[in-house]
């Protein structure tokens, strides 16, 4: 294993060093474990706390900041946080309005927010649970009951972000990012499988003219191995997953993402493939987002997501976020 | 070799129609291949064009909006952009006030630029040209005389870019642009090889234990191979190595730079180790960016650059930009 690391088991903790360093502009509690706005509580401001295993970077700790989450609970490489971390982090961000948590479809990830949910309860923090399972390659996976929370999650921070930086009470927060989950379909392809510290070797092997498709961000299995083909082919075949998953009727939101390892001129080849066939297809597209935005490690792969975006949603992508991974009009 | 391509001879001009349908704010000439802002010429503003070859992505073409260049021209990769290509692109962003060329240190590259500068000129243009030459690893290369131009390119693009869009004249421009220059260094470590879908596979192999300390970003050898340290390690060579190269007294402009494989978590690790470092050695860090910046196509590796920063530097190294790849302010 080649890595920039020190000891595989200090990875997560090191790196969080890293961006208490870099980004002055957020508070990291290295210790518990989690990445919050330097100006947390907001009094009168819903919070919004997400998380997940790390290794998916800059998902979920490059989105606090302004106008997306107010903190992120990053834990152990493609481990789920613990409910004290979250715990922590609700009642960091909480001003009163209650806290919103952004929690991918895993099983680990849901038992664990849904502990420190009923914890924060307890102290008198009123917590609404938005689930993210975008992800139309498989129902049920290996570490998912129900369809797996992937590049959709980018959408529902941005946009649920948005909608508690201007105001929104709980409920609206909350609804809203329920909305854009509903509304989006994601599918990715692995041309490799990332690795580990802990591992020290590739999760998985493919073939050297194999690839997986529907694969997951932690590389689980998807619908098939197969061939290698042409860009063209394995942009249509994932758009036509996600069009025959659910209904597009009007524009989309498009977001071409890298899983970590796959040069940014191929996910730009990627996204002209996409234009051509969503035209084809009949389908508008409104806003799209070409980058690395939720990965697993070093993965060469990439997944498309297309959400069916209303004005009100638009209105949201295009307002203001001021995040070390994502940032705009600020 | 897997990649996300259709055709290895159409992937550059496949990843511009995917620029020009992701980026409605830039004009992409598929043809003469090059990216430039929507509304060059802009009258009495000194235009900034850049460019070199193609697999470095973000850089150059994603770069091109207000606060950095105004035009980029992308060869094919690995391969110097051609005079009639970069001539073109001075012509289309040429307002009347001079076009400064901003040239990362390759022969190609240099020969190229200065052909197309004389042919500005002949129709009346002024260029003046900023060479980069950041790279302290090694003096001449493979495809060098003199030290090469990495990452120090988009601290000269950003912070000559700011200077000529709040209305810096020509020589004023390209000025800051070499004082960056000469205030900048760097030192890049590969872990493996990138691979260029011509070839098919990586440019050079490497034990599984083994790296290449002062690598180029196209794979050229640096100063030795050797074997793999821990990153606290390697993150101290490689800064001590800037720091003997030039006198670095003051605050610092601090790149950690990701070569297109290695996960962010690894570069936030890295930066933490930067920021102690440089704080044993006297170093005081003004500003820092962590991320994919000036890649090698899919290579694992990194590089860092610190730039002894004036306050005029902060200054405009602040201002707004608006680029795909690089935006704040705005």
Redesign the interface.
Known sequence: M??????PAD??A?????????HPELRVEIDEQYIVRADAPRPGKVGLVSGGG??H??LHG?FVGPGMLDAACPGE?FTSPVPGQILAATKAVDGGAGVVHIVKNYTGDVMNFQLAAELATEEGISVETVLVDDDVAVEDSTWTAGRRGTGATLLVEKIAGARAEEGGKLAEVAAIGREVNTHSGSFA?A??AGTTPAAGRPGFELP??E?EAGVGIHGEPGRRREK?R???E?THAALDAILDAKPFPGPVIVLVNGL??????????????V??HLEERGVRIAR?L?G?YV?S??M?G?SLTLCQATDEMIRLWDAPA?T?GL????
């Open positions: 080649k890595k920039f690391i020190n000891d990875v997560v090191q790196a969080l060093a890293g961006v208490a360093a870099a790390s290794g970077e800059p490059g490489i392809y041309l490799t050297a003219d690839i290698l042409p860009a063209k394995l970590g390892g796959t040069p940014l001129i191929e996910l730009y080849l990627i996204y002209g493939e234009a051509r799209q070409v690395n990965t490690l070093d060469a990439m001021r070390p940032r705009w009009g600020a």
